[in-house]
C-alpha cells in the first residue's frame, strides 16, 4: 500500500467517527440513518477531484452501497456520471476521486433531502482535510452547492454555475473547473445544461488537464504513484 492509500484510509476512517451534525442539535441536520459516505477510487496525487453535493437514499442504506455510486445501473444522474468519466473524460473509474459538499445524507422531508448551509460549513473542514490528502490539481466543484462548498474554504468569487460553467479559476492554490450537476433536473430543467453541452464541458476538462500536464489514469494506464 502506497503511502497516500494509508493517509486516505487514516482520514475515511477518522472521518467516520464524525458527530459534528448529531450532537447538540435542536434540530437535526442529518438523516438519522446518515453516515460518511466516500466513493471507491485508487487515490490519484495531482490529479482531479470532483465534488458533487450530497449522498442520495439508496447509496446510504442499501446495504451492498454504502459508497458513493456512478454505476452503469444505478440513478440516471449516476449514469450519466459514468458516461460523462468514461467516454467524454477517458478515465479509468476506479480513479475518479469524488466526494460531497456534505458527507451524509441531509435530513430530509417528502422524499427530499436539501443540503443546508449549516451542514455545509459544519462539513468544510473534512473538504479540507479530503484535499489535503489527495493534492488534487484541479478540484471539479459539480452543481450549484458543490460550487458553494469550495467557496468556503476560499472565495473565488463565483457565484452563478451558467457563467462559471468550464472556466476554470485559480483558487486555493490549485485550479477550480465548475461544472453542472449530472442530474436529470440539472440537464433538462429550464436554468439547465443539456447533455451535450455538458458532454462538451467535460471534454474541455479533460483538455484543460492535458494543458496542465496531467497525466489521465486509462482503462490501459495504472493511476500515478503516490510519491
Given at each position: ?11 475515511q476512517?477518522?472521518i ?15 438523516d438519522?440513518?446518515?453516515?460518511p ?11 482531479v ?7 442520495n ?14 454505476d ?15 467516454e ?9 476521486q469524488?466526494?460531497n459538499?456534505?458527507?451524509?445524507l ?21 473538504l479540507?482535510?479530503?484535499i ?12 450549484s452547492?458543490a ?12 457565484r452563478?454555475?451558467?457563467?462559471a ?7 486555493y ?18 436554468a439547465?445544461?443539456?447533455?451535450e ?9 479533460r ?9 489521465i489514469?486509462t ?9
Amino acid at each position: 500500500m502506497s503511502s497516500v492509500e494509508a493517509s486516505w484510509r487514516q482520514l475515511q476512517r477518522e472521518i467516520e467517527a464524525c458527530q459534528a451534525c448529531r450532537e447538540g442539535r435542536a434540530s437535526p441536520l442529518i438523516d438519522p440513518a446518515a453516515r460518511p459516505l466516500f466513493g471507491r477510487f485508487r487515490p490519484w496525487l495531482e490529479g482531479v477531484l470532483f465534488v458533487f453535493e450530497a449522498p442520495n437514499l439508496d447509496d446510504t442504506v442499501n446495504p451492498s452501497k454504502q459508497y458513493l455510486t456512478i454505476d452503469p445501473e444505478t440513478d440516471p444522474s449516476g449514469r450519466f456520471t459514468h458516461l460523462l468519466v468514461t467516454e467524454e473524460l477517458g478515465l479509468d473509474v476506479s480513479a475518479f476521486q469524488v466526494t460531497n459538499s456534505v458527507l451524509c445524507l441531509p435530513a430530509g422531508s417528502g422524499g427530499k433531502y436539501p443540503v443546508r448551509a449549516l451542514q455545509t460549513r459544519t462539513c468544510s473542514s473534512n473538504l479540507q482535510r479530503q484535499i489535503a490528502v489527495l493534492r488534487p490539481r484541479v478540484v471539479a466543484p459539480v452543481g450549484s452547492a458543490a460550487l458553494a462548498a469550495t467557496r468556503i474554504l476560499e472565495d473565488h468569487g463565483l457565484r452563478h454555475l451558467t457563467t462559471a460553467v468550464a472556466r476554470p479559476v485559480r483558487w486555493y492554490d490549485r485550479w477550480l473547473f465548475p461544472l453542472f450537476h449530472t442530474s436529470m433536473l440539472a440537464r433538462n430543467g429550464p436554468a439547465g445544461r443539456r447533455a451535450e453541452q455538458q458532454r462538451a464541458d467535460w471534454r474541455h476538462l479533460r483538455a484543460f488537464l492535458v494543458e496542465q500536464g496531467v497525466s489521465i489514469p486509462t482503462t490501459q494506464t495504472e493511476s500515478a504513484d503516490a510519491e
